[in-house]
């Protein structure tokens, strides 16, 4: 397929890389295809990728892959027509200080209850899977894993521990406002079980190296 | 422990089941606890379950758990004094018809992205893990999961099998306003790895039995 890259940072440049390999005909669509980094992005994509304006890389190619720092709306714009053509969304709308996303969350459950007890030491957790899951988080060899955040450490640490006995794997993400990512992980677990039709036998891991 | 459960649901009995088979003391907190279904939860957790008003539960216990259905105010309430103790929130602000959350989420960028490209069959993916992830998703035996959304299934399975070919397992999450819990997932995975210092050879899985 003739795939155009909108951007070649980190995440575009991998993915033309991998894609290249596979034999795909990669046109990256940058600003400035003279670019010493985009010179050093073609020379790893090899013989199949080159680079050129994002207009005329999105017009040539059936699929647009927008790799684009947040706001991505000049890269939008800059594709021109794309009428029928699939545009792969890569893009996460980050805050500058990567402390949350700058549109779509406002606050959580987490933290209203907090705001409800004010003296409570409030933590996060057997949110994010199913009952069934806490009977039982054992997936053949691999146990489930169980994401808790909150502002107390020798709360979260209780917390952890009774997740364990469980037999989940405890994920400590931080201070309560991380609630804020782990309400829409459980939001995406019940849409998968309930309107995918998944049922309720499924559940996140982290997987390290 | 003395643990207090606020809600003798799904997920509070199974919890109140599971740590009683651990050895720790288990108080409900419901709003009656002469209800038959408060007494089945009983009779299958054991010996150290009990029920009673949710202020006496709350009143007794080291740690409180609060799993009751969204809007949780009532029950916070009722718990009364809760200075220095642990209240674990289960809760999810679910909107009753489980099409997303209640409340701090009102768009995604994906959504945005579509506004603007109006004519495009917009997928979003390749959002939820690192750069270095892409060029190698494989921890050990095990493929990292790719979630993509979107609202054109032709478009989706072709970015599906562009995810496979780098190696991931492409996991379908449904329309494109699913990207409403995908960017929070990207969120939470670059927040784990710039902010909580795991660096980035992690990735998430979709565990299935």
Chains 1, 2 share one sequence.
């Not at 996060?124 to 806490?134: D, I, P, Q, R």
């Not at 609630?179 to 309720?200: C, D, F, N």
């Amino acid at each position: 397929m003739k795939i155009a890259i909108v951007g070649a940072g980190n995440v575009g440049g991998t993915l033309g890389r991998g894609w290249a390999q596979q034999g795909h005909e990669i046109i990256f669509g940058v600003r400035d295809a003279k670019d010493e980094k985009i010179k050093r992005v073609l020379a790893s994509a090899g013989m199949k990728a080159h680079a050129t304006s994002i207009a005329e890389a999105a017009a040539t190619a059936e699929i647009v892959v927008l790799s684009v720092p947040w706001p991505a709306e000049g890269a939008v714009k800059s594709c021109g027509n794309l009428t029928g053509k699939i545009l792969v969304d890569c893009t996460n709308p980050l805050k500058p200080d990567l402390s949350g996303l700058a549109l779509g969350q406002n606050t959580s459950a987490a933290e209203q209850i907090a705001n409800l007890a004010k003296d409570a030491r409030v933590v996060k957790a057997f949110n994010t899977t199913g009952a069934g899951n806490m009977s039982n988080p054992k997936f053949g060899a691999q146990n489930a894993s169980m994401f808790i955040c909150g502002d107390d450490g020798n709360a979260k640490a209780t917390v952890g521990k009774l997740a364990e006995e469980l037999g989940f794997e405890a994920v400590d993400v931080g201070p309560l406002v991380a609630a804020r990512y782990l309400e829409p992980l459980a939001m995406l677990w019940i849409h998968l079980a309930l309107k995918m039709g998944w049922g309720t036998n499924f559940a996140f891991k982290i997987l390290k190296r």
